[in-house]
């Protein structure tokens, strides 16, 4: 099968090579699914996940890519709750990766069933997206109806989800990002919107919870803007910050077929509305991880036409 893969983490995207791969088989518990879109996150290739396995081993080649859709086309041995040409969505596990591919073996728990009237590719981008932007407004944050967020990177992949579903809990959003970014930020939901690039962060206070995926600075400053006892929550990585009598978590996202399922809903009813940016095919996937311009929002690849 045609996949992309990784050998260099100094080298970053640019070291993406389509090759050709033996197809994955199913292990206990997992399913094979024959891919019809993929997502990669661009952090993945800074995750210790990419480059080995659970027992720190080299796993490289490795092949990168933990968002799917696509049709389940063999079950492993005991697998049960999804079946042969069943569509699903999810995350395949970071250790594995692996859905820049044609095929991919996930463990059946980390999919949901995708319904026939969603894309496949919509199916694809929402699933880290809206997961990450799920655990940590709900599950981490314990957001509550009344509160005020504030999101960076409000009009980006992970900040837009969290922009909408923070709106329809009933909070007050303000999104943040760059100046280029303010319509769109404001058009995913935002009441307000602060430009990192002009405004300065420190004119906000009584922030009820942050919601962080810039880092370094951007997460320590961030901590003064949320009131005494309010909440930092970070997918950028460990922090020092922490909010005056407050809590800072900082969380690597799980799959969650549940959560998957609240959110394809919310995509078919109109409620939550996916964030591409750009669609490409697996032979083009390579140029279309490494932009000469500026894209906004998701790149998907379209691994079937
Ligand atoms: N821990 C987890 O579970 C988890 C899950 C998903 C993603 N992540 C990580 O979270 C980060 C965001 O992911 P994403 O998919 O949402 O990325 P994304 O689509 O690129 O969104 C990030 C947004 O923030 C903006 N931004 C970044 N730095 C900025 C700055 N200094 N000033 C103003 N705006 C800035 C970006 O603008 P530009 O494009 O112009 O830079 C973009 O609009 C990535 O590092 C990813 O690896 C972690």
Known sequence: ????????????????????????????????????????????????????????????????GQELAGVVTALGYGTTGLSVGQRVFGLSDSYRGGTLAEYVAVEARNLAPLPGDVDFTVGASVAMPGLTAWQGLFV?????????????????????????????????????????????????????????????LEDVSGIDLVFDVIGGDITKRSAGVIRPGGTLVTIAGPTEARPADG???????????????EIVQRVRDGRLRTNIGNIATLDDAVAAFNPTKRISGKTIIRVRP
């Open 140 to 200: 981490h944050g314990r957001l509550q109806a009344g509160q005020s967020v504030l999101v960076h990177g409000a009009a980006g992949a992970v900040g837009s989800m969290v922009t909408q579903l923070a709106r329809e809990a009933g909070a007050y959003v303000t999104g943040t990002g760059r100046a280029a970014d303010r319509q769109k930020a404001l058009d995913f939901g935002a009441q307000e919107f602060l430009d990192l690039e002009t405004d300065v």
């Open 247 to 261: 809590m800072a978590i900082d969380f690597v996202l799980v799959s969650d077929r549940a959560q998957l399922g």
């Open 1 to 64: 099968m045609k996949a992309i893969v990784v050998t260099d983490q100094a080298a970053g995207t640019a070291g993406m090579r389509l090759v050709e791969r033996p197809e994955p088989q199913a292990a206990i518990n997992d399913v094979v699914v024959q891919v019809h879109a993929s997502g990669f996150t661009s952090g993945e290739l800074t995750w210790p996940s990419t480059w080995t396995d659970r027992l720190d081993r080299d796993r490289t080649p490795s092949i990168p």
